[in-house]
């Protein structure tokens, strides 16, 4: 070494012995690893023998994490792009190893159980299958719930009586594990988590998934009536402003939140044994519900949805991925979406991904595998790679308001679905995109010139809606004044309708040949799919009657649900919260959740419902929605309360036509300091057009009202408002523009609505709220009165008794 360092001009020098200062960036470094990799052993149960293992991914996590004192990761330094993070999984939890279909027969397991000890090159994972035996694999499925130590269990029967041993030790607040409960992953389930060998490293540790959890604690409630079928139980969380409308369309989550709470019940001090009981039998058969569910997804066919490219092509229906990647290229290279070229020196290039969705018709088969290149748009730079952005879509009110036209009036209701949407935009700037991930061509030095806009990009949808409007204006329609998504045109022939979701398109005349001709003229422009008779329009099921009554639902959405929490066969409530409940925030002392996301997420889907088809659920779903910054165990109780309720009525749908008056008229009420904790009210309204319920709304009043009258004066100004946009919407859909009738059962914001009063009791009411006088005085709404008994809107304001629930229910038009 020593002629080396001469022939090289090196200068060596030498440490004094003992004195590890004298190199402390190195002696930290290997310090920092040191307490990394201890913490690793430690926290897994993993032997002391795999030491060099766990330093290997201690290092590794530390260079695509955050450094202080630098402004990127180590990796980016060094590489100059970003890490990706998203092959990231916990050290030492369960992995299993897909087996190829080569090397078994039909009747042996799909994979073998091991646990993930580290990383290696091109996107593989190092997995533990014995005491000695280490081997890098790439088609893994992770199962992040279970770490710690222990042999590697290879069979069924082990790893059940492990789970059965768990679940009986921790009652009824045990959480299964997600998607492994013991055994070999079922070819129906897997899922095989794969890091794209294109990508780099990732940055942080996903969040460690729940175990076991303690029984669930009942919550603090004030009870005017006590549930005899039991409730779920809740209370506790952050405070502020809740509200559950039937407004805008909203995407639902998809999240798993473990059975332990799903027979969280609301005691009952007159029954406490028949309690227990319920309790007792739940911890003798822990896994009753969570094999039921697994049954009907196995039988549902249920297909797992890549993550990845790398996850596509290699794991199960491969060809079925390939396939659909195949039609997505060839649509954009003929649409001219982009052109392959040498990008000028400095140029930013756009990274790009592909996102797999399983396309199911109304029945839950499938219909298409579909596969679609996205731009990562959250690297583009504001006044550099875009402007405006905004995008009308559809509310859902628009929606239901146009079926009940429809159906009253006997309409056929057909449906479009533009393909490749996204790419007709026209582009104003000059943007360049990696090539696809396994399409690249043989120069890398070429990338995608982008002509055309394409998923994923921030203007996209501003881009599809301009070039939609303008196509649709040369074929004769007009956006409507009330919803820029809605399209009318009306000539000498008759009127044609056209509502607008993005790529999804409702269209409906009293003239079938008319909706033959439209679809006709928008396939001239656009590459469209004619999918018939609407089914199934952003996952809500439309079916028809005998007489042409138009029922909108959500059975499978709602059975996705029960199955994903875990309540296939849970007992089934009569009201949605307990009757007369008041639900209060957290306290010292109230259990918290480990993971808070998981409410969030359950209460996300929920008000998806809430503001789609089940208005029945929308005063739960404010109430509820108050306590998502700080959930415990009793609120989450209420909120599976609300889906086992929604268990035993799947079927009820809001059903338009039929026989009866067809008028668009609204019910207003409030419910007066309800809110225990704010001593604030809530507001209720809901607007009926043929039959059935098309917009409505369950909210916290912004501020306290003094008296019941002024709660209610402020429910009806909630109300006008929304009437007065409903007017709009009712000239567009060719109902006329007269007066709406809005019905309250307060005599006294009767008065002050049709009356200049001006009170010691109410003259410090908001102007705002005044805009009821101008509106009735204008005869542009018409304020009438009703008793408490048939006020429809009584069910949005508070938890009603089981018998006055069902009546307010079948008022709103939900019927099976």
Not at 78 to 106: Q, W
Not at 363 to 389: C, H, M, N, S, T
Not at 427 to 446: F, H, N
Request: net charge neutral; aromatic share 6%; proline share 5%.
């Amino acid at each position: 070494m020593g002629d080396y360092f001469s022939n090289k001009g090196i200068i060596h020098g030498t440490t004094v012995g003992y004195t590890p200062e004298q190199n402390g960036a190195a002696e930290r470094l290997n310090r920092t690893l040191l307490e990394k990799t201890r913490a690793m052993l430690a926290e897994s149960g993993l032997s002391e023998k795999l030491w060099a293992e766990a330093w290997a991914t201690a290092n590794h996590v530390r260079n695509i994490s955050p450094v202080a004192g630098a402004k990127v990761t180590p990796y980016e330094a060094f590489m100059k792009v970003k890490p990706d993070v998203s092959h990231l999984r916990i050290f030492g939890c369960t992995a299993y190893v897909h087996i190829p279909k080569e090397k078994r027969n039909k009747l042996q397991p799909v994979s073998r159980k091991g646990k993930l000890v580290g990383y290696d090159q091109g996107g593989q994972y190092r997995i533990l299958f014995d005491e000695e035996t280490v081997a890098s694999h790439s088609a893994v499925k992770f199962d992040e719930s279970t770490v710690g130590g222990g042999s590697i269990a290879s069979g069924d029967e082990e790893d059940e009586s492990a789970d059965d041993q768990e679940e009986a030790a921790n009652g009824a607040g045990t959480i299964p594990p997600s998607g492994a409960d013991g055994g070999t992953p079922n070819s129906s389930d897997m899922d095989f988590e794969m890091t794209d060998n294109n990508s780099g490293p990732s940055t942080s540790t996903p969040s460690r998934g729940q175990g076991s959890m303690p029984p669930a604690q009942f919550p603090r409630t004030h009870n005017a009536e006590q549930p005899r079928g039991g409730g779920g139980g809740g209370g506790g969380g952050g405070g502020g402003q809740a509200s559950t409308s039937g407004g805008n369309m909203a995407p639902s989550a998809d999240n798993n939140i473990g059975g332990g709470y799903a027979d969280v019940e609301m005691q009952d001090r007159r029954y406490p044994l028949r309690e227990r009981k319920r309790l007792i039998e739940w911890r003798q058969h822990p896994n009753g519900r969570v094999s039921y569910g697994r049954i009907n997804a196995a039988i549902s066919g249920d297909v797992p949805e890549p993550s990845t490219y790398a996850e596509a092509i290699n794991g199960p229906n491969s060809e079925e991925w390939k396939r659909a990647m195949d039609e997505e290229i060839a649509a954009q290279l003929s649409n001219g979406t982009w052109e392959l070229a040498k990008p000028p020196e400095g140029t930013r290039l756009l990274p790009c991904r592909w996102v797999y969705k399983v396309k199911r018709g109304a029945d839950g088969g499938i219909e298409r595998f579909k596969a679609r290149l996205v731009a990562k748009g959250y690297e583009q730079r504001a006044g550099i790679d875009y402007g405006e952005l905004f995008a009308p879509t559809t509310r859902s009110a628009s929606l239901r308001a146009l079926l009940a036209v429809a159906a009253t009036k006997g309409m056929p209701i057909h449906q479009l679905d533009v393909s490749t949407a996204f790419l007709n935009g026209e582009l104003e700037e000059e943007l360049w995109m990696q090539q696809p991930p396994g399409y690249e061509s043989a120069d890398p030095t070429q990338a995608c010139r982008l002509k055309k806009s394409i998923y994923g990009l921030k203007q996209a949808p501003r881009c599809w809606y301009v070039k939609l409007v303008a196509a649709l204006d040369k074929l004769g329609f007009k956006p409507s004044q009330a919803d820029p998504a809605l399209f009318i045109k009306k000539d000498e022939n008759g009127i044609v309708y056209l509502l607008v979701h993005v790529d999804d398109i409702i269209t409906t005349s009293d003239d079938e040949e008319l909706i033959r001709k439209v679809k006709e003229a928008v396939g001239k422009v656009f590459k469209i799919r004619d999918l018939g008779e609407a089914k199934v329009f952003l996952g809500m099921e439309i079916s028809r009657g005998e007489n042409g009554e138009v029922k909108l639902s959500q059975r499978r959405y709602i059975e996705e649900l029960l199955q994903r929490h875990q309540l296939v066969d849970a007992k089934p409530r009569s009201t949605p919260l307990p009757p007369g409940s008041k639900v209060l925030p957290a306290e010292e002392g109230d259990m918290e959740l480990k993971d808070s996301s998981d409410y969030r997420t359950l209460v996300g889907e929920l008000n998806y419902l809430a503001t789609s088809t089940r208005p029945d659920i929308a005063q739960a779903l404010s109430v509820l929605a108050r306590f998502m910054g700080k959930p415990s165990k009793s609120h989450m109780g209420l909120a599976l309360g609300v889906l086992r309720y929604l268990a035993g009525t799947r079927e009820l749908g809001l059903c338009f036509g039929g026989a009866g008056e067809f008028a668009l008229e609204g019910y207003s009420d409030s419910d007066w300091a309800g809110d225990p904790a704010t001593r604030r009210s809530t507001t209720g309204y809901v607007f009926k057009l043929g039959g059935a319920a098309i917009s409505w709304n369950s909210q916290l009043q912004r501020t306290v009202a003094a008296s019941s009258v002024e709660a209610e004066y402020q429910a009806t100004s909630a109300a006008v408002r929304e009437a007065l946009w409903l007017r709009k919407l009712a000239g567009d859909l060719d109902l006329g523009t007269g007066a709406i009738g809005i019905w309250t059962d307060s005599q006294g914001a009767l008065s002050l609505g049709n009356n200049p009063i001006t009170l010691v009791r109410s003259k410090h009411i908001d102007v705002q709220h005044h805009l009821v006088r101008e509106r009735v005085s204008r005869g542009e709404v018409v304020l009438s009165y009703c008793s408490t008994e048939e006020m429809v809107a009584d069910v949005l304001t508070k938890a009603l008794g089981e018998i006055k629930f069902k009546r307010c229910r079948a008022a709103m038009g939900l019927a099976e």
